[in-house]
Structures are given as C-alpha cells and as structure tokens.
C-alpha cells in the first residue's frame, strides 16, 4: 500500500508496541475516525472491531465528548493535583462512587490501567503495614491473567502467556495459580490459602473474563468463590476491571453479575470513552480507614504528574453522560447476541478449538495462528480492522455499533477463517 510522507520518515524514529520492528508488517496509516470506521490515507475505510483496545465504547468522534472537552480546554486544561483542586476530577469522583455502589468509595485517578493496578497493590501492602502487619508482601493472581506492562504489574500475569516471560527471574514473586472454576478448585485453593494467606496482602483477578491473556472467560460463581476465600483469611479483593469496566461485559461493571463486591477496583480503558488517558483505583472505605491517621507515615505516598487531567475527567463525565442518555448497556446485550449468532459458523471450521462470547466481546480461539501478520491482512482486504493475538481472533467493538456494520465484522471474520488455515 502507499504509505504517506509522514510515516515514511516518521516509522524510522519511532518505536512500535509488541512488535518486532524488523520483520513485523508496518502500521497501517490512519488519518480519520468516525463512528466505527478508520479512514486509511489511501481513502480505504475499515469498519472497526477492536474500538481501539475496546476504549472507544461508544464509537469514535461522539460529539457530545468532543464538545465536553473542547469546552474544558477552553477553561483549565490541567493543573497539578497536589495542593488543587478542580469539579472535574471531584465530580467525576463523586458519580463513579455513586455508580460503583456502597463502599466503593475512594477514588484514587492516575493516567494508565497499569499503573491504577500498582496503586491498587500498594494500597494493599501499605493497608497491612499501616496496621502492623509487615510480612504481607505478595498477591495471589491467575494463570491467564493480565495486569499491564509496568515491573509491579508484569508480576502477576500469567508467567507464560503474559508476554513477560523474559524479566521472570527480575520480577517479584506472587502466587499465580488457577481459577477456583469448581468446588475442587476452591478447596484447593482454600487449602493453599491456609498456608500462606500470612503472607499475602491480597487476591487480584480480572471479574468474568481474562482479556490480554487469551479473552478466557468464567463463571460469576468463581468471583463469589474468591470472595468466600478472601473472607475467610482475612485477604483484600481486587478486581481488575479495566477491560470489563463501562458495559463491556453487558452490566456497568463485571461484578455486578457475580453479586459481590471487591475492596478495591481498577478503572480505566473506556473510562473517557477512548478519548484520552485516564485510570482509577477505587478504595473502600475499610481501605481508605488504614490510610487515615495522624501518622505522616501511614498516607499514600503517590501522585502522577498528570492525575485527575481535567480534560480526561471532562471526557470521562461526557461518557457516562452517554451511558444514562443512550441505551448503552441494550446496545452492548444485543451486540452479544448478533455476535454469538454471528460468529458461530467459525465452530466447524477444523482449526477453530472455540467460539464464546461474553457480552460485547466474541472470540475465535483457533488451534494456532501460524501467520497472524498475513490473516490480518486478509482481513484489512475484507475491509474490517481486526488484529488477532496470541491464538484469537476477537471482536470488540463499540457497543452503539450498527447492526449491518456488526454484521460485516462477523462476517468477515468468518469468510477469511473458512478460506484457509490461517
Ligand atoms: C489494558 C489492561 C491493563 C493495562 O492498562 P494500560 O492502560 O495498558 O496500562 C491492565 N489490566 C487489564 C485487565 C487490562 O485490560
């Protein structure tokens, strides 16, 4: 394809994610979005299935957002978050307490998913320390699981499948072991608890589905079971919400559907509506309470440079307008159903292992994907923007997607799986 000045001469200088620059097939240059569409520098447009690492809930451009932050930029773009404060970031603290519901009530921001889940594990190390507890260094998470990128968090993914295989010997040791998925399950893992639960702070997993690590999905059950456990020694919960956050998963928040709550919960990808960087930790108030002393030394000594960025709190209040104007969380179930529907013909083909489908999210799990390059490109030739890894191929597209465009991302997928082992 033609590939314009800018990244001609740009793609030498810059440094691309998860790729190996050498071999990997160059970006594709994007100029414009609009809704669900990505307008290519040749004019070629993609309908998008993957909403931009299923940020963009509810489609690219929305006018209400743009003029949300249009206006904040004209008033107070950013100012620091020590010693100031501003409505955005307190308005915005205030509805996402209201809308987690009773305890979740803390609301810590910082400017990416991976670092509100280092602030969720230091709130949970310092909330033993704060008490006396000084053994508490290490968190149980799950094979499958994907926290992010940054040192603390490349700890508790999955050790083989989290992509950070590489830096195990630099990296803390937590306790990564599998989903309680069964009765069996969670007595072993009550069995393993009553070992070392003295030396945890808490339990961190992604509620219903593990994205990053293979979009594997479970039971509300398993939730419940984790927090059966975390109760009975005495260990924080954590959910990671950052994917399942804002309707993804078909209710406002994953656990919802599982009927408990965690202690603390992370926020972020569809926060802004995919429109700019914004994350937060939500404490409850049995956290919060460690926290708060006359002791300097029990405060939380953290603070990004760009928290509570009021075009970002601005953004964020604009989508959740959106989610209480429009029949967002409709939308996402019907999404569902047009994706289970759609996608299943992918079941018979010979090297598709699964299809499943978890509220807005449907996914293609193959026995491999031996050029994941080349099936891309089959599909940027089907007209859709869909980027496999691992072994998947998934669909995640804003949940307002029209039904026609929803149905040539399915249909795409499934006509390029029928035409060859990929
Ligand atoms: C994307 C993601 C993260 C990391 O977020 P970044 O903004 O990329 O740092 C953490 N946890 C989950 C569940 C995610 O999906």
Redesign the pocket.
Known sequence: MHMPAWMESGLQHVWLPYAQMKTAAPPLPVVRTHGCRLELADGRVLIDGVAS?WTACHGYNHPHIAQAVRAQLDAMPHVMFGGLAHEPALALARRLAALLGPGLDRVFYTD????A?EVAMKMALQYWLNQGERGRSRFLAFRGG????TFG?MAVCDPEEGMHSLFRGMLAGHDIVDLPRDDAGEQALDALLAERASRLAGILV?PLVQ??GGMLVHEPQVLRRLRRLADRHGLLLIF?E??TGFGRTGTMFAFEQAGVRPDIV?L??ALTGGTLPL?ATVASSRVFEAFWSDDPAHALMHGPTFMGNALACAAAHASLDLFEAEPRLEQARAVSAALAEGLEPCRELEWVRDVRVLGAIGVVELNGIADRDGLRRRLVEAGVWVRPFGNVVYLTPALNIAPEDLATLTRAVARVLRGGRP
């Open positions: 690492w990416s998913g991976s670092v889940v994907y926290h992010g990128d968090t992604e994205g990053a990671d950052i994917f992370t972020s990808k994350a």
